[in-house]
C-alpha cells in the first residue's frame, strides 16, 4: 500500500486537471490532416519528446522496475540495441514515409505491393495496439491507483483512468495527445531520476550498490544462452526484429514522425529520443535492482541469485508488477510522491492517448475511407472519435485478463515476437529488393502468420513448450517469412515501375543527400549526430559489457 499524504494527494489531482485542460486547449479537430497528424508542422523536440513519453507507458516504467528486481539489467539491452535500430529507421527508412504523405504504416504497404498487404498489416496492428497496448496500460495504471486505494474496485479504476485519457484523445485528436506527451516527457524524466536517487541513496550510494551486486551476472548486459530474459544470441539477432517494429513499423510510434514539418525535423526527433534512451537503464531499470537489495517486500532469506518471476511469485508471493510502485512508498518523502506518482500517470495517459490516436487513424484511413471513399474530411473525424471510444471499452474489458502473465514486459515482448518478423521482413524487402511484389509480401506475410499462430496455439492451448526463447523464435519466422516472399516473387511477374521507383532506396538517394549536407555545420548535420548516438550507445554497452 503507498501512503499518500494530503499533500502527494493535491500534488496528483492538480496534474490530472492540468494535463486534461492542456490537452483539450491544444486541441485539433477541423480537419483530417489536422486531427489524426497534427497538421504536419511539429519541429524537431516535439517529435522526440512526445516520441519518448508515447514509448514510456506505465507498463513500461514497471515492467523495467520488475525486470531488475528479477534479472538485473539484462532488460536495457531492448533499450540500446533498439537505439540502433532508430539510427537505421531514420537514415532509411524514414524519408520515405515523410515524403510519401502517407497517414498510415499499412498505407505505405498498399503502395509498394497491393491492398491486401495492407489490410493484414492494419488488422493485426489494431488488435495489438487494443490487446497488447492500450490493456496492458490500464492494467499497470490500475495497480498503482490500487496501492494507493487498496479497497478500489480494480474495474472501476480501470474504467476511470479509460476516462481520463480519453477526454482529451477523442476530442483533440494527435495536436492534444502530442501537447500532452511533451509536458508528460519531463514530468517522466524529472519524477523518474528523483526516485532513482532516492533509491540509490537508501542502498548506501553507487560504491554500495556495486559491491552488492558485482558478483554474477546482476550489473552485466551480455548473458549466457540460457538466460530467461535475454540470451546472448538473442540480443543480437532477436531484439532488432522486435526494436524495428516498435520504431519503424508501429503506428503509435511512427505517427509523431509523420507529424514533423520536414525530414530533417522528423530525423532529428528520432536521434532525440534516442539520447534520453541512454538514460533509461539509470532512471528506469537500476531502481529496480536497487529494490532487490533493500528487502521492499519484507520476505526473509529471499536468495541472491538470479531466480524467475513465476518462482518468485508462487514461491514468495512477490509480485514483481509491483516494485516500481513499492520502491515509490519506501524511499521517497513526504511531497514528492505525488510528483513521482504523476509521473507515472503521465506514462499511462500518453501511452493511452497515443494508442488510441493510433487506432482511430488506422481504422478510419485504412477501413472506412476505403469503404465511404467520398467521405468528407469532417466525417473522417467524426469516424475517428467513434472508433476510440469503442477501442477503450474494449481495452477496459481486457485489461484484468492481463494479471495472467509473469510479468508485462514479459506479456507484451513474447507476443510481439511471434506477429513482428513476417512485417519486419515485407518492409525490408519492400524498401530494399526491387524485385519483391505484392503477390510475394502477401505470402510471406500469411505464411509468417501461419508459423506464428502454430507456436501460440501449442503453447498457450496445449502447453506444449517451445524449447526457444522468443529471441531466438523471431528470426526463425521472420527467415521463413522472407524465403516464401522471395520464392514467391521469383515465381510470379515484377512489380510495375511505378511502384518500386517511388517506394525503393537506392545509392543514387544517398549521394544526394550526401551534397545536400555539404554546406550544413557539423553539429546540426544528422549523420554527424547519428555516429555521436551510435558511438555513445556502444559505449553503454562496454560499461556493462
Not at 468 to 490: D, E, K
Not at 507 to 531: C, S
Amino acid at each position: 500500500m503507498i501512503n499518500l499524504n494530503i499533500i502527494d494527494l493535491v500534488v496528483l489531482v492538480l496534474y490530472i486537471i492540468f494535463i486534461v485542460w492542456w490537452g483539450l486547449k491544444n486541441s485539433k479537430s477541423s480537419d483530417s490532416d489536422a486531427y489524426f497528424l497534427a497538421g504536419r508542422d511539429l519541429k524537431w523536440p516535439m517529435v522526440g519528446l512526445s516520441l519518448f513519453a508515447a514509448s514510456i507507458s506505465s507498463s513500461t516504467l514497471m515492467g523495467n522496475s520488475g525486470e531488475g528486481f528479477i534479472n538485473g539489467i539484462a532488460v536495457f539491452n531492448y533499450n540500446w540495441i533498439s537505439i540502433l535500430v532508430m539510427v537505421f529507421f531514420a537514415i532509411f527508412f524514414l524519408p520515405f514515409y515523410i515524403k510519401s504523405g502517407i497517414f498510415t504504416m499499412p498505407e505505405f504497404l498498399e503502395r509498394r505491393f497491393d491492398v491486401r498487404s495492407r489490410t493484414y498489416f492494419s488488422f493485426i496492428t489494431i488488435v495489438g495496439n487494443i490487446f497488447l497496448d492500450a490493456s496492458a496500460t490500464l492494467y499497470a495504471g490500475a495497480l498503482i491507483i490500487n496501492m494507493i486505494f487498496p479497497g478500489a474496485d480494480m474495474m472501476l479504476i480501470i474504467i476511470g483512468m479509460a476516462v481520463v485519457a480519453g477526454s482529451y484523445t477523442i476530442i483533440g485528436g494527435l495536436s492534444s495527445v502530442i501537447n500532452t506527451e511533451v509536458i508528460q516527457a519531463f514530468i517522466l524524466i524529472i519524477g523518474s531520476t528523483l526516485l532513482a536517487f532516492f533509491a540509490m541513496d537508501s542502498i548506501g550510494g553507487w560504491d554500495a550498490f556495486y559491491t552488492q551486486f558485482q558478483d554474477g551476472v546482476w550489473l552485466k548486459l551480455t548473458r549466457s544462452m540460457d538466460d530467461p530474459t535475454v540470451p546472448w544470441l538473442g540480443m543480437w539477432i532477436g531484439i532488432p526484429i522486435l526494436g524495428f517494429y516498435f520504431w519503424g513499423n508501429n503506428q503509435v510510434m511512427v505517427q509523431r514522425v509523420l507529424s514533423a514539418k520536414s525530414i530533417d525535423h522528423g530525423r532529428k526527433g528520432v536521434l532525440l529520443v534516442g539520447f534520453l534512451y541512454l538514460f533509461t537503464l539509470f532512471i528506469f531499470i537500476f531502481p529496480g535492482v536497487i529494490a532487490r537489495g533493500i528487502n521492499l517486500f519484507g520476505v526473509e532469506n529471499l536468495p541472491h541469485e538470479i531466480i524467475s518471476g513465476s518462482e518468485l511469485k508462487s514461491k514468495y508471493g512477490i509480485n514483481t508488477d509491483q516494485v516500481y510502485p513499492r520502491l515509490i512508498n519506501k524511499v521517497l518523502p513526504v511531497g514528492l510522491i505525488g510528483i513521482i506518482l504523476s509521473a507515472m500517470i503521465s506514462a499511462l495517459t500518453s501511452a493511452l492517448s497515443a494508442t488510441l490516436n493510433s487506432v482511430s487513424t488506422l481504422f478510419t484511413m485504412d477501413f472506412y475511407s476505403k469503404f465511404d471513399k467520398n467521405a468528407s474530411s469532417e466525417k473522417k473525424v467524426k469516424v475517428g472519435k467513434i472508433t476510440a471510444v469503442i477501442t477503450l471499452i474494449i481495452a477496459i474489458l481486457w485489461a484484468p485478463y492481463i494479471g495472467k502473465f509473469d510479468s508485462l514486459i514479459a506479456y507484451y515482448q513474447e507476443i510481439m515476437s511471434y506477429l513482428a518478423p513476417p512485417v519486419v521482413a515485407t518492409f525490408f524487402l519492400g524498401l530494399f529488393w526491387k524485385r519483391s511484389n505484392a503477390i510475394g509480401a502477401f505470402s510471406g506475410l500469411m505464411s509468417g502468420l501461419f508459423i506464428a499462430m502454430i507456436i501460440m496455439s501449442a503453447k498457450y492451448l496445449f502447453g506444449i513448450p517451445i524449447g526457444l526463447h522468443f529471441l531466438l523464435l523471431a528470426p526463425i519466422i521472420l527467415v521463413l517469412s522472407i524465403i516464401v516472399n522471395v520464392a514467391v516473387s521469383l515465381a510470379t511477374a515484377s512489380p510495375s515501375e511505378e511502384k518500386v521507383k517511388a517506394n525503393t532506396w537506392t545509392k543514387a538517394i544517398w549521394i544526394e543527400e550526401t551534397a545536400a549536407l555539404k554546406n550544413v555545420v557539423w553539429y546540426k548535420n544528422f549523420r554527424v549526430q547519428a555516429l555521436l548516438l551510435v558511438l555513445a550507445c556502444f559505449g553503454m554497452y562496454a560499461l556493462f559489457f
